[in-house]
């Protein structure tokens, strides 16, 4: 979704030029979390806040600023330089308002730009907000978006509100106690220059520290207590005796990595105002939790960049070697046969012993959770249940305190993943994430958990995160069912196939050119059906949603089974077909599906395992794929389909890493 960056520098002269060509950078690496325009506010000489901002990319947004920002004051003789200054800039991501310049962050309370905001998330009650304002006196509007209504409200109040208009952060504070809905909100004003006020709830938002005098792993938390009581006469974090800091704020640590290893992950409800000298306070309006962690960052610059290859897409389809190992390193013991998922050790009897598990996901996530429920069902013998978080939310499920609820999110920061979540808390279930990123939200609101160690995932199209969350579970089921002796050989068979795994991989991306010349086949298709059952149903459904959201074309993924009930109406000599028929228990009623297509004059590309004589290639084109024990299958049998994906949307000339109107992060409903 929407894209925040802020750069706040102390101590530590900045140019004009270097101040802007930071926020951008920052915004370049944010890209990928989907936008359609960009903007930027830096001071001008007389410390005034100057907006830029248009439709488009980051690149528009470049050309910009070096056209009407940076050439002017190159133009004026002696360059300023600014020993204090705090900059903002976003991605937007459209909700309210269309795509548009008016409508692009930063927003400002008037023409002066008295007050100027950034903004990721959606105030839900903006419309009784804005129409207060109007009454008023506040009628000059220039957006259609909910976001201008907490810049305007922050006018307000500086105007109407003696007891906060001294102060930044009571002034912030008092905007945000009526504002409903889910936010990550970055301030900025003419009046308190130097200052900036960050606040968080139910939307990412992480805090990079530059600064020498940062020398603990952990930070002070100003708390203040129901009774009154608080701790907030020092800050979190003092700026004195010539040390100087930087501060980077942002959606996500990739754009950050590159300026500083030391973050802190901010808490829903948190505050961080930081002051015009540098320091800076970390407020909770909540007792305990008087420290908050210091983390390093455990990447590197180049697990961000693309390398040798076109797209970032295309490069994590080719990792997945690497990183389907890496899910399992340290926790198969291939010698003793055993599995050890270090986070669950504590909980694993309880899991054991629950009513049902519950796998809660949504896109991709939902998929992988599809692709190991048969496998959690036979190693368990415990009900298994996979539910879209969006619908489960909307039937208000029944959920117990002998459940045990697992929910998948590769960033852990998807809205209605982390609403089902707290649903489920709320009536005590047991809480299980797996995610592939630390100290995302699901993370710290798990009581336990798995991570993926698949590495950053750039592209919007999710691909070795997908077989990653296969490896995960499957690991998870093993464990649950190492007590069951009646399971042992079946455990046994699959352990010894996840030390195969990796080399298959390998194997099966060699398909790749086999793949182009296919990609060549269906790059003017207006539709694709893709056919599979049992443990290849997810592979399918998984594929379909590939190919809509960077080739545009439509898809479906259809249970082979079901054929009969619908589908077979939608099969003739023009309709292109996918058949995933490999090698599994349910192989021969596959067979009968391809029998079925074929009778009524459809030509189906079948993907079959190697050494498999069923189908005959001077009937139908085969690809015959690696083969594996049933339930990683599937993790093959994805990746010529993340490559068909990728090459039809290449041969149509469309951006792979970022296709339109979609997001990386979804983190509004």
Same mark, same amino acid.
């Not at 950078?25 to 359609?36: A, V």
């Given at each position: ?19 802007? =060509? ?14 359609? #325009? ?5 001071? &001008? ?22 056209? *009407? ?9 002696? *360059? ?10 976003? /991605? ?20 002066? =730009? ?10 839900? =009650? ?21 976001? !201008?209504?907490?810049? @305007? ?17 009571? +002034? ?39 600064? $020498? ?10 708390? /203040? ?41 901010? !808490? ?17 309006? @909540? ?91 036979? +190693? ?28 998948? #999110? ?89 030390? @195969? ?7 099966? +991306? ?5 793949? @182009? ?25 998984? &594929? ?46 596959? %067979?009968?599906?391809?029998? %079925? ?38 993790? +093959? ?19 792979? $890493? ?10 509004? *409903?």
């Amino acid at each position: 979704m929407c894209g925040i960056f802020g750069y706040l520098n102390y101590g530590t002269p900045r140019s004009r030029e270097y101040l802007c =060509n930071i926020l951008i950078s920052g915004l370049r690496r944010l890209e990928y979390r989907g936008y359609d #325009s960009a903007g930027l506010c830096v001071d &001008a000489v007389d410390r005034t806040p100057a907006i830029f901002k248009i439709k488009g990319n980051v690149n528009n947004l470049e050309t910009l600023v070096k056209t *009407e920002a940076i050439m002017p004051l190159m133009e004026g003789g002696d *360059e300023v330089l600014f020993d204090n200054h705090v900059g903002i800039a976003h /991605t937007r991501w459209s909700t309210h308002g269309e795509p548009a310049t008016r409508n692009s962050h930063p927003h400002s309370s008037d023409p002066s =730009n008295q007050f100027v905001v950034i903004h990721n998330g959606i105030i839900s =009650n903006y419309a009784p907000l804005k129409q207060f304002l109007i009454g008023k006196g506040y009628t000059e509007w220039t957006s259609e978006t909910d976001t !201008e209504v907490i810049v @305007k409200l922050a006018k307000y109040f500086y105007d109407t509100n003696e007891k906060v208009r001294g102060s930044l952060v009571d +002034l912030t504070m008092e905007v945000v106690h009526h504002l409903e809905g889910a936010y990550a909100i970055l301030l900025k004003s003419s009046f308190f220059p130097g200052e900036a006020v960050a606040v968080r709830r139910s939307s990412p938002l992480v805090m990079g520290i530059n600064s $020498d005098a940062l020398q603990a792993d952990f930070i002070r938390v100003a708390t /203040t207590s129901e009774d009154g009581a608080d701790n907030t006469s020092l800050p979190t974090l003092s700026i004195q005796n010539g040390n100087r800091a930087e501060y980077y704020l942002a959606s996500d640590v990739h754009a950050i990595i590159e300026h500083t290893k030391k973050v802190v992950y901010l !808490e829903d409800d948190d505050v961080v105002h930081i002051q015009a000298d540098g320091s800076f306070y970390l407020l909770r309006d @909540k007792t305990g939790n008087a420290t908050s962690s210091v983390q390093t960052l455990d990447m590197e610059l180049d697990a961000i960049s693309k390398g040798v290859y076109p797209h970032y897409m295309l490069k994590e389809i080719h990792e997945q070697a690497d990183t389907v190992l890496a899910c399992m390193r340290g926790r198969v013991n291939h010698a003793t046969k055993e599995v050890t998922l270090g986070g669950l050790v504590p909980h694993i009897s309880s899991i054991r012993r629950c009513r049902r598990l519950v796998f809660i996901a949504c896109g991709t996530s939902y998929h992988s959770a599809i692709a190991v429920r048969q496998l959690l069902e036979e +190693l368990s013998a415990l009900p298994v249940c996979v539910e879209l978080a969006s619908d489960f939310l909307d039937r208000q499920t029944p959920i117990f305190r002998d459940d045990t609820c697992f929910f998948i #999110s590769q960033s852990g920061e998807t809205a209605d993943t982390l609403q089902a979540l707290a649903y489920c808390k709320a009536r005590s279930a047991l809480i299980v994430g797996v995610t592939n990123t630390p100290g995302s939200t699901l993370a710290r609101e798990s009581q336990c958990g798995i991570y993926l160690n698949a590495g950053a995932e750039i592209g919007v199209a999710s691909t070795k995160a997908y077989t990653s969350q296969i490896i995960a579970l499957v690991l998870l089921a093993l464990m649950i069912g190492s007590d069951r002796r009646s399971c042992q050989s079946r455990i046994d068979a699959i352990i010894d196939d996840l030390a @195969k795994l990796p080399l298959l991989v390998r194997e099966t +991306l060699l398909l790749e050119s086999e793949i @182009k010349k296919i990609a060549k086949q269906y790059a003017n298709s207006k539709s694709l059906l893709l056919m599979g059952r049992g443990y290849q149903y997810a592979t399918c459904l998984e &594929a379909a949603l590939k190919i809509k959201e960077i080739s545009y074309m439509h898809s479906e993924g259809i249970l082979a089974g079901e054929l009969k009930h619908g589908p077979l109406a939608l099969i003739d000599e023009n309709m292109p077909i996918i058949m995933v028929a490999t090698k599994d228990s349910t192989h021969s009623k596959t %067979q009968n599906a391809v029998h %079925q297509v074929t009778a009524r004059k459809g030509a189906p590309l079948i993907m079959c395992s190697k050494g498999d004589n069923t189908f005959d290639s001077s009937k139908a084109p085969l690809l015959r794929m690696p083969v594996i024990v049933d339930c990683l299958q599937g993790v +093959l049998n994805i990746i010529p389909l993340q490559l068909l994906s990728y090459h039809i949307a290449v041969l149509q000339g469309y951006n792979v $890493d970022q296709p339109r109107n979609l997001a990386k992060s979804v983190t509004v *409903e």
